[in-house]
């Protein structure tokens, strides 16, 4: 194919036929009458035109030129020589931004020097050219609907980084985001601007005013009495933040809402413009018009029909039209206004697009009559205009603009030609062709006619006291939801029609049976769509390359359904493929080296280790040979050369010709230029990069092998896999599908990690908008309902208030609407499913490979639990989950996978190990996917629990505890609540946390535990003895943090105590909170741990349980002590700091040892608590609102501040309960007088020297030093050495005190 910048290089293709001139009677295939009768009806005469003797002779061939310039240069003299800048405009003719020096701060510019990016604070940049008089406009595309300020400036503003257009006095701005206007001052005005509108900017010197368009509709004068005269002219101007995006049309393209009475401030190309009309006239009468050779006359023809079949006659005067037509179809608003304009027509009179040849016929012309150049130009500059007509097309009702626009898409792609080239070189190199694929949801539902098409609004209108809807509804409830539900489904259905031309776009490209003309379709947009994948992955930062998430979104589920359309046709042919129902990914793509991951973590960890370390198991597993030179190159020291090549990369690429077509900036033009010129008026610019050009470089370098892949290299042939080389001995041979297809799921479900979750998240926010509006609308009803007649003013208020809350709701409905049925719709669920179910089944085979599990990328993990975690949260309760297909089996085996993995040795990974465990702990909070734990084979529970058990200190175990704690919510001493007492009336910040939801323990996974602790005392000791350093730990840092707290809340200054502290604060105590849940499970569950002392370090366990729990009792319950102050302080982020959830976890823990144990187990429980030295029985006392003035009769009750006590909550502590805290009580009371009446003293001397609290029980050997033997029980679990002299401790015996001599 010829470039762009070669065209000077090549000459006009003539078909000028030489023997024309000998021949002047036949032209050797219609006689001259007939010839000059059909080249008269082609190019007619004008009406005015005074006809030459030689343009009255019979026109022919030779003659054909000179008639055809005398044509096209009628009514061109009136605008020869006109001075279109002596009417008030000053500069050049061609309007662009002025990259030079009209600018403020960094900016990256397109090619096309109409197209800009903000890429610092507040950068600011000029048009090259001016007006000072008259009436002009220009138009602004809007990329991204953020904070821009955009209108007209004079000269001799000066902006910086801080202050922008309209923050000057002779500048003067719209601000869409806002919706306000600026000039110096600031007021309301317009409407809200959003992604794909265009703001039209207008200025009336003569009158001295300003205005401002959006999509056509006039939001009124913004600016009057501006300051004009001499010395005072006006450039168009822009303001705008980080990563915002616009586009300008000055009216080198065609103006797409022109006002009356105003100018473009570039001039259209009058000349060229009127020549094109004729030519594509003259093109139209060769369609219409046919010979009739045997009766040697001329007939009317069918465009629609018409075919060259070879005729001679015409294809010469073709030649002569696309002579004159060809290099005015290089130029973008000729495309655009002419070419573009005929093909639209072409399609306007419906049909479909197959009934519409025509297309497909000038495309062939067009081929076979332009330089490659010109056609391959114009192609581009079609493309362009198809694409930025698509997407900055208003929203109608029944989306016919956005209809039409893909019909031509679909028309010019079916022609293979034209596909192929644009596939390999336009769509994916030059143009954001993903635009295509996105549907964008209106910002304003009036305008985009939803008013019309959802008349009825619904919204939720019962709630539960914690906000939560509930489902009962009244007969007129119901008449209006199912109302609004009719006209979602009507609006769902003019949706699914821009849907299907989508597909019908993706299915050309996937098309591989088009051969004809060189490699297949699919081939080409594979290479290309690996290439897309890789810049998103590898620049998650850079604005100008990535594709923005929404659009991402859209693409997917276009690409799912077009995917699998595909495979099922594949599996029609080959009846022994699997179905795509069945589809997977097999896992020896992973280590095969076929597809190109880039930078993808694998579990493993980094490619180049995991070739070195398994090299071996490659080899017999696989039959893959790793190279030795090519992991001898692999070291830390090639990826740090590397990284030092891409930093000389970075600064050289600041000096390299644009002229190459590259990858588009996508937030910037939708001229979808690339962002080539970087802009800065800051010194330190100089030390950065004009884009970050970084992964862009290194890209090109490695996936050069990769755009070069063809056919074979895929697909395979003559006992050549393609991409299924080195199938594991596990892996079976069935045939899956085309190898083309698994590669393209692949890159499915990396996109959906790139970016998509993240967009199904952001955007259920506006449904979260509905209930939040719905509940404060309730609420001001029901105040209204409340309010006295008498209160006129108050009741005033609340209407108004009524009257705002519907309005926004009835606007959201419609907007949720819309939103519903282009992302959150039945299809769109079944798609993310079939991406959950994808993923899963890659997981179970790779995990067969053993071994090479390890090279399995990350993202594969990341989509199984988000794509579960998204059906859950985004697209439930509209489409409930247990109504897919399959669920509960999905369900259980994405079980195993959490329980299986979480703990697996081999991945590495610690954010993917941590989102493992996080998954887990999520999984076990709900009911159904509890319940699909405990289904999971008993083996693998049993190996969950026991790494679920593993001692605490050597990994992470915050959320391992978390998860064994909701497996015990509901069982423990009042451990039923949802949310905690004093929390009851504050509303919660997502009902959906799975910490707030309802109590659903599992008996079946706390008897594995059970079982596990029983039978293994090691485990259970090693695991206790963590648990309660974890909670020393924890409540230790607790009470250090209350203390910095309280100081600073005392202090006479005013001082604000730092969120994070407050946070980290409440964790602590969140963490104190679950381990004492724990070890009470562990003491229900397992109670003979702690009370059976034949087992090890029984005793030790129980002193050191003993005494954590007498230190939190005296923390928290000592009177006006610091916890009481700080709880009542009640300092946000500290909201679930209380005395409630710390106390009864360690009631429940007293209660099971010393009330529900056997009469052994109660005893020594009994013992050890009293001969801790920080027992003290008030501290029992306060659980029943009991203290030592109470109970001394001291004062009379009504005048005793009100204390904490169990029985004022009894809806969350049963009688039962109750009963047995009292019986604590009286036994602990009757125990301690026994103690204190029968206990003997002890001389210091014979008290352990460590803890002072017991006397000397234990020697050491062979150092002979002592202590007691809870000490030195305690520290012989982790220490080995003595606390005295350091020496190693071989042996511990009892020590008994000689009896003194008499």
């Known amino acids: 194919m010829t470039s762009k910048g070669s065209s000077s290089t090549y000459s006009r293709k003539s078909y000028r036929l030489t023997s024309d001139i000998e021949k002047p009677k036949i032209t050797g295939f219609v006689n001259d009458r007939l010839l000059g009768n059909y080249l008269q009806h082609v190019f007619p005469f004008s009406e005015n035109a005074q006809l030459a003797a030689t343009s009255r002779k019979p026109l022919n061939f030779q003659n054909l030129n000179e008639h055809l310039d005398r044509l096209l240069s009628e009514g061109l003299d009136s605008e020869t020589g006109k001075d279109q800048n002596a009417d008030g405009r000053l500069g050049p003719t061609t309007v662009v931004l002025d990259h030079t020096s009209g600018f403020e701060g960094l900016l990256l510019v397109d090619d096309d020097l109409l197209g800009v990016v903000g890429h610092s604070n507040f950068s600011s940049i000029r048009a090259t050219s001016c007006i000072y008089k008259g009436k002009w406009m220009y138009e602004v595309l809007i990329s991204s609907q953020g904070l821009m300020q955009v209108g007209w400036c004079t000269l001799h503003c000066r902006f910086n980084q801080e202050e922008g257009v309209g923050d000057t006095s002779d500048s003067y701005a719209y601000d869409g985001n806002r919706v306000r206007k600026w000039n110096v001052t600031t007021t309301n005005y317009g409407k809200a601007w959003a992604a794909g509108d265009i703001v039209t900017c207008v200025i009336d010197l003569d009158e001295g005013k300003i205005g401002f368009c959006l999509n056509g509709i006039a939001l009124g004068t913004a600016f009057e009495d501006i300051r004009s005269g001499p010395g005072i002219a006006y450039f168009p101007a822009i303001s705008l933040s980080f990563k915002e995006s616009v586009a300008f049309n000055f009216g080198s393209r065609p103006i797409r809402y022109p006002m009356e009475g105003y100018r473009p401030m570039q001039d259209p190309p009058d000349a060229d413009l009127m020549k094109a009309h004729k030519l594509l006239g003259y093109l139209k009468n060769v369609f219409t018009i046919g010979f009739d050779i045997q009766e040697g006359r001329l007939v009317e023809k069918d465009p629609a029909s018409w075919q060259a079949e070879g005729e001679p006659t015409v294809l010469i005067t073709l030649a002569h039209i696309f002579n004159c037509f060809s290099p005015l179809m290089c130029k973008v608003y000729l495309v655009e206004e002419v070419l573009m304009a005929y093909f639209l027509g072409i399609l306007e009179k419906g049909g479909t697009v197959d009934e519409h040849p025509l297309i497909q016929r000038l495309l062939d012309l067009m081929w076979l009559l332009m330089e490659d150049y010109e056609v391959q130009e114009c192609l581009k500059q079609l493309m362009m205009s198809l694409l930025r007509a698509y997407r900055f097309s208003p929203i109608i009702p029944d989306l016919g603009l956005q209809i039409h626009y893909l019909r031509l898409t679909i028309a010019i792609l079916k022609h293979e030609k034209t596909r192929k080239y644009l596939l390999s070189n336009v769509l994916f190199d030059v143009l954001r062709s993903v635009v295509f694929f996105y549907i964008k949801t209106p910002l304003r539902v009036e305008e985009a006619g939803l008013e019309e098409l959802i008349p009825t609004t619904w919204w939720p209108t019962r709630f539960d006291k914690e906000g939560q809807e509930v489902k009962e509804e009244s007969a007129e409830e119901r008449l209006r939801r199912r109302a609004y539900e009719r006209g979602c489904q009507r609006l769902k259905k003019r949706i699914e029609v821009v849907e299907e031309l989508q597909i019908q776009i993706l299915k050309l490209f996937l098309n591989n049976r088009d051969k004809g003309s060189g490699e297949a379709s699919r081939y080409i947009f594979l290479n290309k769509f690996r290439k897309f994948l890789q810049e998103n992955a590898s620049n ?634 920080c027992f003290q029985l008030r501290s029992i006392q306060y659980l029943l609102g009991e203290n030592d003035l109470t109970a001394l009769g001291a004062k009379p009750p009504g005048s005793v501040k009100k204390h904490f006590s169990l029985q004022a909550y009894p809806d969350y502590i049963s009688l039962e309960e109750l009963t047995k805290v009292e019986g604590l009580l009286s036994h602990l009371s009757r125990e301690s007088k026994q103690a204190a009446a029968t206990a003997l003293p002890t001389s210091e001397e014979d008290l352990c020297p460590i803890c002072y609290a017991h006397p000397i029980s234990a020697i050491f050997r062979p150092c002979s030093h002592k202590s007691c033997k809870a000490c030195i029980n305690q520290h012989l679990m982790n220490n080995k050495d003595c606390f005295f002299c350091k020496a190693t401790i071989t042996a511990v015996d009892d020590y008994i005190k000689p009896s003194s001599s008499s």
């Not at 067969?848 to 975690?869: D, G, W």
């Not at 978390?962 to 497996?967: C, E």
């Open 540 to 1173: 998650r930062g850079n604005p100008t390359i990535l594709c923005p998430p929404e659009y991402m979104v859209c693409f997917l589920h276009r690409l799912i359904v077009a995917l699998r359309s595909y495979w099922d046709e594949y599996r029609l042919r080959n009846p022994s493929a699997i179905p795509s129902e069945d589809a997977y990914v097999p896992p020896q793509l992973f280590f095969n080296g076929k597809v190109d991951y880039f930078d993808q973590q694998r579990l493993g960890g980094l490619l180049s280790h995991l070739k070195k370390t398994l090299k071996d198991d490659l080899a017999s597993k696989a039959n893959i040979i790793i190279d030795p030179a090519e992991i001898s190159a692999i070291s830390m020291d090639d990826l740090d050369e590397d990284d030092e090549n891409i930093t000389q990369q970075r600064l050289g690429g600041a000096t390299a010709g644009g002229g190459a077509l590259a990858r588009p900036s996508w937030l910037s033009s939708p001229t979808l230029g690339r962002a080539n010129r970087f802009l800065s008026t800051a010194a330190v610019s100089l030390m950065n990069p004009r884009r970050s050009l970084a992964t862009v470089e290194k890209v090109k370098v490695r996936t050069l092998n990769v755009e070069q892949r063809t056919e074979e290299d895929i697909e395979g042939s003559h006992g050549n896999d393609g991409l299924l080389l080195g199938r594991p001995p596990d892996e079976p041979e069935q045939p899956i599908t085309e190898k083309s297809l698994l590669e393209i799921l692949d890159g499915a479900i990396m996109m959906y990690n790139l970016s998509v979750h993240q967009q199904l998240g952001k955007m259920v926010g506006v449904s979260d908008d509905v209930h939040e509006y719905a509940v404060a609308l309730k609420d001001t009803e029901d105040k209204i309902a409340r309010c006295p007649t008498t209160r006129k003013d108050i009741l005033d208020e609340l209407t108004k208030s009524q009257k705002v809350f519907s309005e926004k709701l009835n606007h959201l409905s419609r907007r949720l609407a819309w939103i519903n049925a282009t992302i959150y719709s039945k299809e769109k669920m079944l798609d993310i499913y079939w991406l959950l179910q994808v993923c899963i089944r890659v997981i179970e085979h790779s995990d067969r490979t053993k071994t090479l599990f390890a090279f399995m990328p990350e993202f594969y993990m990341n989509v199984a639990m988000n794509s579960y975690s998204a059906l859950k949260n985004y697209f439930s309760p509209v489409n409930p989950m247990d109504e897919l297909p399959g669920y509960q089996e999905t369900l259980s085996r994405l079980a195993a996978i959490l329980a299986k993995h979480f703990a697996d040795s081999r991945i590495v990974g610690t954010d993917i190990k941590d989102s493992l465990m996080q998954a887990l702990a999520s999984y076990v909070c709900y009911p159904h996917s509890l319940r699909a734990v405990e289904r999971i084979p008993e083996e693998q529970c049993l190996a969950m629990m026991k790494n679920l058990l593993a001692p605490y200190e050597q990994r992470p175990w915050a959320q391992t505890n978390w998860i064994l704690v909701r497996l015990w919510r509901g069982c423990g001493f009042g451990y039923r609540y949802t949310r905690l007492p004093h929390l009851l009336k504050s509303k919660p910040e997502d009902a959906n946390m799975p910490s707030l939801q309802k109590p659903c323990p599992s008996t079946l996974l706390q008897q594995h535990m059970a079982d596990l602790l029983r039978s293994d005392c090691e485990m259970a000791a090693s695991f206790l003895n963590s648990v309660l350093n974890q909670l020393n730990w924890a409540f230790s840092e607790f009470i250090g943090m209350i203390q910095e707290i309280q100081q600073a809340a005392e202090r006479p200054e005013r001082n604000f105590v730092d969120s994070r502290q407050l946070k980290v604060c409440a964790t602590c105590f969140d963490l104190s909170v679950s381990l004492l849940r724990v070890l009470e499970m562990t003491v229900t569950l397992v109670p003979e741990i702690f009370l059976n002392w034949t087992r090890q370090s029984a005793e030790l366990l129980l002193r050191r349980l003993a005494q954590l729990i007498n230190q939190v009792l005296n923390r928290v319950t000592a009177e006006k002590n610091l916890f009481d102050r700080v709880v009542n302080l009640r300092l946000p982020g500290l909201e679930s700091v209380d005395h409630y959830p710390i106390l009864v976890a360690v009631t429940g823990i007293l209660v099971r040892i010393l009330v529900d144990s056997d009469v052994q187990g109660v005893q020594r429980g009994t013992a050890v608590l009293l001969a801790d030295p």
